[in-house]
Antibody
């Protein structure tokens, strides 16, 4: 059974870079799925950050695009998130997730996210 | 892109049905049949309940159903059970490889 697990520092200083990794186990990141990052500020709703395909193709939330980079390392079966110039507003639980395919169709952001990590809390503070 | 609009709260008694709305625009909900719904318990990760407007992943009870009319999608929970008390979020493909979530609805089982 495929699982994903986030890891990274729980505390980041303002204006610094938030870096998280999502390890995929029980399956290959090189399948046809897209892989997403989603965050949830304390007491608030979900926000899509962006997604990546095994080839390295990416799509980002326009509101975060200038600060976000998502990359993939197929040799380690993992993908990563970098968010630059963070502020307190970036404090959140960060989730990684697999986007499901519909039959043989695996289009980005179409079919929902069916496998989620447990989430990792990142606090931006000095 | 703006978040989809959901009512902050909804409630119903055990056995009743409750419907949660998710309103967007013709650029997201109204323009594509790629609406998903998630259930989230406090401190837990979201769980996919509905995709492509009205399709259920394996293992999701058929008490959960989805529909769409114009720019508004809806999630209906029939035969409410205590375990259905959770937060529910909608999401929609928004064109140009973008995804947008709703603000979330807290469902209370009275």
């Amino acid at each position: 059974q495929l699982q994903v697990q986030e890891s990274g520092p729980g505390l980041v200083e303002p204006s610094g870079t938030l870096s998280l990794t999502c390890v995929v186990s029980g399956g290959s990141i090189s399948n046809d799925n897209w892989w997403s990052w989603v965050r949830q500020p304390p007491g608030k709703g979900l926000e899509w950050i962006g997604e990546i395909y095994q080839s390295g193709s990416t799509n980002y939330n326009p509101s975060l695009k200038s600060r976000v980079t998502i990359s993939v390392d197929k040799s380690k079966n993992q993908f990563s998130l970098n968010l630059n110039f963070v502020t307190a507003a970036d404090t959140a639980v960060y989730y990684c997730a697999r986007e499901r395919c519909s039959g043989a169709s695996c289009y980005p952001s179409y079919y929902g996210m069916d496998v989620w990590g447990q989430g990792t809390t990142v606090t931006v503070s000095s | 892109q703006s978040a989809l609009t959901q009512p902050p709260s909804a409630s119903g008694s055990p056995g009743q049905s409750v419907t949660i709305s998710c309103t967007g625009t013709s650029s997201d909900v109204g323009g594509y049949n790629y609406v998903s719904w998630y259930q989230q318990y406090p401190g837990k990760a979201p769980k996919l309940m509905i995709y492509e407007v009205n399709r259920r992943p394996s293992g999701v009870p058929d008490r959960f159903s989805g529909s769409k009319s114009g720019n508004t999608a809806s999630l209906t929970v029939s035969g409410l059970q205590a375990e259905d008390e959770a937060d529910y979020y909608c999401s929609s493909y928004a064109g140009s490889n973008n995804l947008v979530f709703g603000g979330g609805t807290k469902l209370t089982v009275l």
